[in-house]
């Protein structure tokens, strides 16, 4: 048996040509045509949101020149489909009036039939970050494949898929940014760098706030990084425990500032509060805040 080679696209491809599987995904030989009654949605289905606009724009295309792209669909019984691929044409199609539309029947399992919807779906453009970071998490948990080999299934490397993982590990607000287009993928793969969720939460505030591009980011990052080595260092080096009432005071005061608050203090009780900024904004705001406290 020859070697497959890596595939454009690979995904669904790769998938169902995979012969050394017990063949549980077999093509049509042609395309049929199916009455959209007859034609449920995936149970599986990773995309969560579909956008009315562009469904409309592709119910139009529809009405114009028909659906271009078969359908991909599993047959539930002889008179049942259920979608494999192709969920957003069908709801064009709906919406464009038609009754019957092209598509590929496959017989599929219900374990083929999630992860190839899964893998069909996370080539998709119009998926958001989030949506696949969660298809790749769904096919390590219900499909049971490892990071390698989903990559392989997915055509991407193993970096990448580890990138979007790590993106479930955000706050929840962070997340949902990432999703309504509030902060791009290299914001969110700074903020991932940190490893405390407050501290993540108030430089997404400041990003949100005052338009902080990717590389401002990343060097915010970089300081909080080196600021809290020094900080570990000039612990380690004094052997100070810092009490745990002056630990909640920072995380009140950073919260308070919304910025990273430096606290220090020596054994005999002496010590310092650093208000850090980094920017001219930010200290009129940080100014403001003291005015307003002492008003």
């Not at 048996?1 to 696209?9: H, P, S």
Request: aromatic residues 6%.
């Amino acid at each position: 048996m020859v070697a497959k080679k890596n595939v454009l696209g690979r995904g669904l491809g790769a998938l169902i040509d995979n012969s050394d599987e017990i063949n549980r995904a077999k093509p049509a030989a042609s395309v049929n045509e199916i009455e959209l009654s007859k034609i449920e949605t995936n149970p599986w289905q990773p995309r969560t949101r579909f956008d009315e606009e562009r469904l409309e724009e592709l119910a139009a295309s529809i009405r114009q020149i028909g659906i271009i792209q078969p359908l991909t669909l599993r047959k539930v019984s002889d008179d049942k489909y259920q979608i494999i691929a192709g969920e957003r044409r069908f709801r064009a199609a709906r919406l464009a009036g038609l009754e019957r539309v092209p598509a590929y029947v496959r017989i599929a399992e219900d374990d083929t039939m999630l992860e190839m919807a899964l893998v069909e779906n996370i080539q998709r453009e119009d998926l958001d970050p989030i949506e696949i970071a969660i298809s790749y998490q769904r096919l390590i948990d219900e499909c049971q494949l490892t990071q390698e080999s989903m990559s392989d299934r997915v055509g991407k490397k193993r970096s990448t898929v580890s990138n979007y993982l790590r993106l479930l590990k955000l706050p929840a607000e962070i997340q949902f940014g990432l999703r309504e287009k509030q902060i791009s993928m290299g914001h969110a793969r700074a903020l991932i760098n940190i490893d405390d969720p407050s501290t993540q939460l108030m430089i997404y505030e400041q990003v949100i706030e005052y338009d902080f591009s990717v590389r401002k980011v990343e060097e915010v990052v970089r300081e909080l990084s080196q600021e809290k080595v020094e900080e570990e260092k000039i612990i380690k080096e004094k052997k100070v425990p810092v009490p745990e009432e002056y630990q909640k005071l920072k995380g009140q005061l950073s919260s308070f500032f919304k910025t990273n608050i430096q606290f220090s203090r020596n054994e005999d009780g002496k010590g310092k509060i650093i208000i850090p900024f980094r920017s001219d904004e930010e200290l009129e705001k940080i100014v403001a805040i003291l005015d307003k406290a002492n008003a």
